[in-house]
């Protein structure tokens, strides 16, 4: 029987990982040890502390990872920074997993994946890329662009560096802001870098970061030959109850939460222009 999205479960923090100045990784279990629930790339959930408020994040980990759910949480609010204070052991309520995540196994299966990201925009897709790189066969290449304001607000650097960088037809352009000494890397912001690559126009885009990074880089991306159809973000900022019921994501006719938060840029373009 499916457990009602109400309901949430209990989860216990058991591993905290720091990834940037004021982003850190927590990965979650049940109090049985095992993962809370199953999940799609993309999707999210929200986590409670009572007494304190519960926030929407989105799930980092790949559904591929059997043992725990990930979570890469920047401190910017009550709740992010009661979980920044956190230990290992702490217990917390999640209620899980909510809305429609990317269509990993349809529509991006068999074609050419550009991810475009921006700051702690890498959390919501890196449980895709992961995916991608676990079902490597079914997708073809893999083209990655994210930039944050520092090498030291990249964030899961280690691991982008190390694992992504290594797995076949996959190629990882990385740039910072400003240029510093221990970076011999791009410099400059992430819009311009899309137009210097010059990616295929062909390749279907998954994009997250800040809405200026968003609206810049779909405007270089139309002027590289890209459509609307082509370009997938999410808009889980904008989830608050997470079940429709609250309104405050309402957009027209949809509710972030129970329509999206994943859309493609056509359809958001049959909404007003609120968002």
């Known amino acids: 029987m499916e457990r009602d ?13 720091d990834e940037t100045p004021d982003v850190k990784s927590f990965r979650v279990v049940g109090t049985d040890g095992k993962k809370l629930f199953k999940h799609i790339p993309g999707q999210c959930a929200m986590l409670i502390v009572p007494g304190v408020g519960e926030s929407m994040i989105s799930i980092t980990s790949s559904p591929t990872v059997e043992e725990y759910q990930e979570f890469s949480i920047k401190k910017c609010g009550c709740v992010t920074s ?15 997993p909510i809305g429609n995540g990317f269509p990993v196994d349809t529509v991006f299966k068999g074609k050419d994946i550009l991810v475009i990201a921006g700051g702690i925009g890498i959390a919501p897709v890196h449980s895709v890329v992961d995916y991608m790189m676990a079902h490597r ?3 073809g290449r893999i083209q990655v662009i994210y930039g944050s304001r520092s090498k030291q607000d990249l964030v899961k650097l280690d691991q982008i560096q190390n694992e992504w960088t290594a797995s076949p037809n996959t190629s990882i352009n990385l740039t910072i802001d400003n240029p510093q000494p ?9 819009p311009p870098y899309v137009t210097e690559l010059n990616p295929d126009p062909s390749m279907t885009v998954i994009m997250c970061g800040p809405p200026i990074l968003i609206h810049l880089s779909l405007d270089a991306l139309k002027k590289l030959g890209f459509k609307d159809t082509q370009v997938f973000t999410t808009m889980e900022m904008r989830m608050k109850c997470g079940i429709g019921k609250c309104g405050r994501c309402n957009i027209g006719d949809k509710f972030v939460c129970k329509d999206g938060p994943v859309f493609s840029f056509d359809q958001l373009g049959e909404l007003p222009p609120e968002y």
Do not use: C, M, N, T
Request: proline share 5%.
């Open 82 to 96: 009661w979980l920044h204070s956190a230990e290992p052991g702490q217990e917390i309520a999640i209620r899980g």
């Open 137 to 139: 066969s079914d997708y």
């Open 182 to 190: 221990d970076w011999d890397g791009h410099v400059g912001f992430v």
């Open 5 to 17: 999205s109400f309901i949430p479960y209990v989860g216990k923090i058991i591993d905290i990982r």
